[in-house]
């Protein structure tokens, strides 16, 4: 009985953690933060638990890209998707060739940084607001350079990916892109790209697991068309003290959970 009763408990966080993920990566990304700690809560495998997020949360992503594709700027268009498939597809190859006790070892790091990143997020994101409301004369930057920067930031979406969204719009950022939604919109296109090679790598290698997957990415779909839809009127500022603590918790967690 008791058995019987955490597990469905487990599984109801799995849902809520799910919608709340969609939400926020929508919104400001760290989504990770909430859904992957609740997919390890089921027991499952720590690369495992990574790839089945990945691929649960990715529907999501693609709700949210429909949602803000008016936004899009279409001259920087071939550089994210050549860079946002390069990255995910190398990034989610060395996951899978990652071991157990290794990426075990990574992950407290990767979400503390990832936690950090956000915390300082907030001047940066007023300052792009503020070139936003004074816009220059649009032009389109040095694509070369960009791709180098996004690089990176594509391998670890397709490697883990939480906190990356925010990397990505301030690369665009430094590069001239200053209007926030044509960063919003890049940075959600940038992020479903880059995991849907993931996605499609964890697939084909047999990463994912079916049944919690597919739980969690009714749910996920859901967060995403709505975080979308009201991503223009939230405060940011309060998700994004959300964001942090939430990150900094899990990263205390799994510090204290290292083996």
């Avoid at 939400?23 to 495998?45: R, T």
């Avoid at 790091?109 to 300052?127: E, K, Q, R, V």
């Avoid at 649009?138 to 930031?153: D, N």
């Avoid at 490697?159 to 430094?174: E, K, N, R, T, V």
Wanted: some cysteine.
């Amino acid at each position: 009985m008791h058995l019987a009763l955490s597990t469905q408990w487990q599984f109801a966080w799995l849902v809520t953690a799910s919608f709340i993920a969609g939400v926020m990566n929508a919104m400001a990304g760290g989504g990770s933060f909430v859904s992957f700690p609740a997919m390890m809560a089921m027991g499952i495998l720590p690369i495992a638990a990574n790839a089945t997020n990945t691929v649960a949360l990715w529907p999501g992503q693609l709700t949210s890209v429909a949602k803000l594709r008016n936004d899009l700027r279409r001259d920087l268009l071939p550089t994210i998707i050549v860079t946002s498939i390069l990255g995910g597809v190398s990034g989610a190859i060395v996951l899978l060739r990652t071991k157990q006790i290794t990426f075990l070892h990574v992950l407290p790091w990767m979400l503390l940084s990832a936690s950090l990143l956000f915390g300082i997020s907030g001047p940066i994101s007023t300052w792009l607001r503020s070139r936003s409301l004074h816009p220059q004369k649009q032009k389109t930057p040095a694509l070369l350079p960009l791709f180098c920067i996004l690089l990176p930031v594509c391998f670890y979406i397709g490697y883990f990916g939480a906190g990356a969204g925010f990397l990505i719009m301030s690369a665009l950022a430094l590069f001239g892109v200053e209007e926030m939604h044509q960063l919003n919109s890049l940075k959600v296109l940038a992020a479903c790209l880059s995991n849907l090679c993931a996605v499609l790598t964890f697939i084909v290698s047999g990463a994912v697991l079916w049944h919690y997957c597919l739980i969690s990415m009714v749910f996920a779909a859901a967060g995403g068309y709505i975080g979308a839809h009201y991503a223009r009127r939230m405060n940011s500022n309060i998700l994004r003290i959300i964001v942090v603590v939430t990150g900094c918790v899990m990263a205390g967690y799994f510090f204290w959970r290292q083996p």
